[in-house]
């Protein structure tokens, strides 16, 4: 068996072709393989194939490589719909039918409860899936003026590098954004700025005014230079013509502000916002405001939550890690008094604001560093019947290992958007805090890529007759 030795960067671009046969998809959508007993990740392949590759990056115990040729294709390979796939660094797994994406994300889910929680649901939930284009509400774009061609890039990174990709559509932005990136890039190219603009961070909420039927698109401009008289109007024009607002951020996020249009004395700038129509409910948020990108799959995403959570009249009901309060506002409805925790200010003001909005009184929001919670710091919260726990990636592992005997609610709904700490937080509670995990299964928020958010349902053991 031919040996092959490690190689520095400056000899990669030689590393041989080499040939596999692809076992598995990884977490990060890379097809899985092994040859001569060293495991290969790698790009573009799909499990059942067989695919020659060529090495990028090597290291003892694994080498991460890109697809040369398919010798033997799967029979879930398709054709990528978005021109620049394979370029752009977006969607990794649009050559997969979107039936199989779903169901690799769920093996992935089963698979990290598994091997790093110790732990197997009693029920897998069918997936929740729904559009797979013209889904996303929110990006955040790169931008790059090339001097050598004199032209301006707006689009994602290429995949595995810091370039910006050439492109002039996305698949998977709301098609009205879509078709502005090359307008875009043919504005600021003629800005003063051009060099000193490198990012842009998008928005769309829902029209605001039902005889027209327009999204609301806020583009957030990271600006790195003071604009000219010039810039202005050029800006300016191009909002009137694509009827978008232009928001700009010279510093930190509290420099974000309005540049054009702004609030005239007669009439008000259209705010953005979403809505839960199942509940009555309308959401207002800032650009720059957290919310899910996929508000087509966020509905199903609370009906679904509701149903596992079950909230009655008579209880109490903490959500924690609770935002804007998307989940918050839809527990009040059933009656149950809440109390939403934030670590953010900012997002607690706007859950306040939208629960005076949806006239809705039996909640309360406040501030607090969940990531620092104590036994003590929980027990003087008080006592819940039950939670629901939305935690950005890093999971909720101190509030979940804060539970005891005293504060221990009898349910506890987890949604997740990284199946291995939520895998590792199912642990704990099943292990360690007498919990059993009686349902889980995935949310595909984000179709066409590798990013994987689930939910799952647990109960405690000492209720469960």
């Known amino acids: 068996m031919r040996k092959r030795r490690n190689k520095s960067a400056t000899d990669l671009a030689l590393a041989p072709l080499l040939t596999a046969t692809i076992e ?28 020659t590759f060529r090495s990028h990056r090597i290291k003892p115990s694994y080498e991460v490589a890109n697809v040369v040729d398919v010798l033997k294709q799967s029979n879930q390979r398709v054709t990528p719909k978005c021109p620049h796939f394979g370029l752009c660094g977006g969607c990794k797994l649009q050559h997969l039918d979107f039936a199989a994406q779903v169901a690799n994300k769920q093996r992935l889910l089963e698979s990290d409860l598994k091997h790093i929680g110790k732990v197997k649901p009693d029920n897998m939930l069918p997936p929740i899936y729904g559009p797979t284009w013209g889904y996303r509400h929110k990006a955040r774009l790169s931008v790059k003026y090339v001097e050598k061609k004199q032209r301006v890039l707006v689009g994602f990174n290429e995949k595995a590098t810091r370039y910006v990709a050439d492109m002039n559509s996305c698949e998977v932005l709301v098609p009205e954004v879509s078709a502005l990136i090359a307008p875009l890039q ?10 000193k603009l490198p990012q842009i961070e998008l928005a ?3 029209a605001n005014l039902a005889e027209d039927n327009q999204p609301v698109i806020v583009l957030i401009l990271r600006i790195m230079a003071e604009l000219t ?4 109007a050029l800006l300016k024009a191009f909002a009137d013509t694509h ?10 996020p509290d420099t974000i502000k309005p540049f054009y249009p702004l609030d005239s004395s007669t009439q008000a700038l259209p705010a953005l916002k979403y809505s839960l129509p199942e509940f009555d409910l309308t959401y207002p948020f800032k650009p720059n405001e957290f919310t899910q990108v996929n508000p087509q799959i966020n509905q199903v995403m609370i009906r679904r939550a509701m149903q596992l959570l079950a909230p009655q009249s008579h209880e109490k009901i903490a959500d924690f890690f609770c935002g804007i309060g998307n989940f918050t506002l839809p527990i009040a409805r059933s009656g149950a008094q809440v109390l939403g925790l934030e670590g953010l200010a900012n997002l607690v003001d706007r859950a306040n604001e939208s629960a005076v909005l949806n006239d809705i009184t039996n909640t309360q929001f406040g501030v607090a560093d969940l990531f620092k919670m104590t036994p003590e710091a929980l027990t003087a919260l008080g006592c819940f019947d039950k939670w629901l726990v939305d ?15 005293i504060n221990s609610p009898q349910r506890i709904v987890y949604v997740s958007c990284n199946p291995a700490t939520l895998a590792r937080d199912a642990g704990v509670l099943v292990n360690e805090k007498g919990y059993v995990l009686k349902a889980a299964g995935v949310i595909n928020m984000f179709p066409h890529t590798s990013h994987v958010e689930s939910i799952a349902l647990f109960e405690l053991a000492s209720n469960i007759r």
């Open 243 to 252: 009827h978008v607002q232009i928001w700009t951020q010279t510093k930190g």
């Open 186 to 195: 043919e504005m600021i190219v003629q800005l003063s700025i051009r060099d």
């Open 204 to 206: 769309v909420g829902e």
């Open 24 to 51: 598995s998809l990884d977490q990060e959508g890379r097809g899985v393989a092994h040859v001569d007993g060293k495991t290969i990740f790698i790009d573009g392949a799909l499990p059942t194939e067989k695919v």
């Open 391 to 405: 935690p950005p990636r890093d999971g909720a592992f101190e509030l979940i290992k804060s539970l005891d005997a």
């Open 229 to 232: 008289q010039s810039d202005e």
